[in-house]
């Protein structure tokens, strides 16, 4: 929320890291059990009228509580409501504004209470703050921001591509049918308890990690087939996680496929990108890296 310029001393702001260690306090709920407190949720909130510093922190402490999040009680620099942000202004003004709710290395939330037709341009106007504002908080923005009319509409953006995008880039959560969208609600878990599970790059890791070892599959089994087996082997284990001219490709066995992973290299592949190439030759390509499979 945006304040007016406070003449004391603006108060101590405490770094951010990316990932600081949240122990999960609690297991996951069910998804059953899940659905059941998101729906008692959306009915003890149908009738609030309440504004927005009035409500939000009582509905947001619901909200975790309902999908097994932990709650920042008692809030710690890392995990709190209206964290204190410096902003300095292009004329040079300093102010201090509030992130409403903040987790590092998870979220930070701007929420506005709203309804009606004016809605989507007090969300709007939501988004252009909390992106301002994480943009001011020492360390490296979350992974994901979000707006909320409280106990209506959550709008959801991450950065794992290397920015937020814009308003329209959003996904959009009606909360009120939260219990009833799986998809939806095991993302606010995600987000909220553990959003690096979300990250693709560590899904990209992790299936690098599977081909690894099919490759020492494939390098111990062509050990056993005599010397000329051997040196090929050799080389593959070489080739492996290795930048390398592109030319010296040739020298793999006929059975292992090359993955070219760099962007540079993407653009001689035959098949569609993203998908696995036969071994082939592109003459003049710089270096890249690449995974040999089977």
Not at 6 to 13: H, T
Not at 134 to 161: C, F, K, N, Q
Request: charged fraction near 20%.
């Amino acid at each position: 929320m945006p304040a007016t310029r406070d003449p004391r001393p603006a108060p101590p702001l405490h770094p951010a890291a990316l990932a600081p260690s949240f122990p999960v306090s609690m297991p996951i709920p069910s998804p059953d059990l899940t659905a059941r407190n998101l729906q008692a949720l959306a009915e003890r909130w149908a009738p609030n009228t309440a504004n927005e510093r009035a409500s939000f922190q009582s509905w947001m402490l619901d909200l975790l509580e309902a999908l097994g999040a932990e709650r920042p009680l008692p809030p710690i620099p890392d995990h709190q409501f209206e964290l204190p942000v410096r902003v300095v202004d292009r004329e040079g003004r300093e102010s201090v504004n509030f992130i409403d709710y903040w987790k590092a290395g998870h979220v930070a939330v701007e929420a506005k209470a709203l309804g009606g037709a004016a809605g989507d341009l007090g969300l709007r106007k939501a988004f252009g703050q909390v992106r301002n504002y994480v943009a001011h908080v020492p360390g490296t923005p979350p992974p994901y921001l979000m707006v909320v009319d409280v106990a209506r509409t959550a709008i959801v953006w991450d950065r794992w591509s290397g920015a937020y995008g814009d308003f329209a880039a959003g996904r959009r959560i009606p909360l009120a049918t939260l219990h009833e969208r799986a998809d939806d609600t095991r993302l606010l878990q995600d987000i909220l308890i553990q959003p690096l599970v979300r990250d693709p790059r560590g899904r990209a890791q992790a299936v690098t990690r599977e081909i690894a070892g099919k490759l020492a599959q494939l390098a111990a089994s062509l050990e056993d087939r005599g010397p000329r087996r051997r040196a090929e082997a050799q080389t593959t284990t070489h080739l492996h996680f290795h930048d390398t001219p592109i030319h010296r490709l040739h020298r793999c066995p006929p059975e292992v496929w090359i993955y070219l992973l760099d962007a540079e290299c993407r653009p001689y592949l035959p098949a569609k990108q993203g998908k696995v190439t036969p071994l082939g030759y592109a003459p003049g390509l710089a270096a890249c890296r690449f995974v040999a499979a089977l």
